[in-house]
Structure formats: structure tokens, C-alpha cells
């Protein structure tokens, strides 16, 4: 498979939001029907729209956590949640967008939203050692 400049970007863009360990996982488990899905996604979800410099990775991710939240993607939320830790957005900041996104999206989103985002800040935590009142 040829793997372009802008792969290569994404897949170390990725690497960095997503943790290596995800990303490696995610491409070794790829197999001959979803990898060029694989390959979509990192070229040009994380090449050209996260390789644009026109926004920091931390506003990506929290533009990504009200998107996530308004159109119900948990699993993506969960993924991007820890992402977003990693990328300096803290957990005030995290819960005021999952705030905003249940006035403007709707109460039961916001709280499917929230139980995600508490999970994958446990789990960003126990990972990490971050401590809850640090706010990271």
C-alpha cells in the first residue's frame, strides 16, 4: 500500500490526540476490508483537516467534543474525550461543553455525553496519574 506525506502526518497527528498505543492497536487490527477505511480516515481526517495549523489541536478537540456529543457518537466521544485531555483541555473546560451541547442539543445527549466524558476521564486519569483537582 502506498502511504503518502499526508498519511504519514496523520498517523502521527493521531498518534499524538489518540495515544500511540490506540493508534498502533487500531492500524494493527485493520484487516483487508477496513483498512482502506483505516487509511481514509488517517490521510484525511488526520492529514488534512488536523494537519491544517489554522486551529491548535486543543480547539480541534474541543470542537470535536460538541459534535461528538450533538450527533450521539459514544464511542468516538470516549475516544476523543481522553484526546482531548491530552491535548491541554481540562476538565472544566470539557464540562462546559458538554453543558453548552445539552442546552443546544438536548438534555438527554448532554447526559449520555456526560457519563461517557466521566468514564473516559476516570480512565485518562488512572492512565496517567493525572489527579482530579489539577484540573487536567
Known amino acids: ?34 483498512r482502506p477505511m483505516q487509511q481514509l480516515v488517517t490521510e484525511y481526517c488526520w492529514g488534512e483537516i488536523w494537519g491544517d495549523n489554522a486551529l491548535p489541536f486543543k480547539t480541534r478537540s474541543i470542537i470535536n467534543l460538541a459534535m461528538l456529543t450533538a450527533t450521539s457518537q459514544h464511542h468516538e466521544l470516549g475516544v476523543h474525550v481522553r484526546g482531548a485531555l491530552r491535548n491541554g483541555v481540562t476538565r472544566e473546560e470539557i464540562r462546559a461543553v458538554l453543558m453548552q451541547a445539552a442546552v443546544y442539543c438536548g438534555v438527554p445527549l448532554g447526559l449520555a455525553a456526560f457519563r461517557i466524558a466521566s468514564e473516559a476521564i476516570r480512565a485518562y486519569e488512572t492512565e496517567t496519574g493525572a489527579g482530579k483537582g489539577d484540573g487536567k
Do not use: I, P
Open 1 to 34: 500500500m502506498h502511504q503518502s506525506e499526508r498519511f504519514a502526518e496523520g498517523f502521527e497527528n493521531r498518534k499524538t490526540v489518540l495515544g500511540a498505543d490506540h493508534v498502533e492497536r487500531s492500524w494493527a487490527a485493520a484487516d483487508d476490508f477496513n
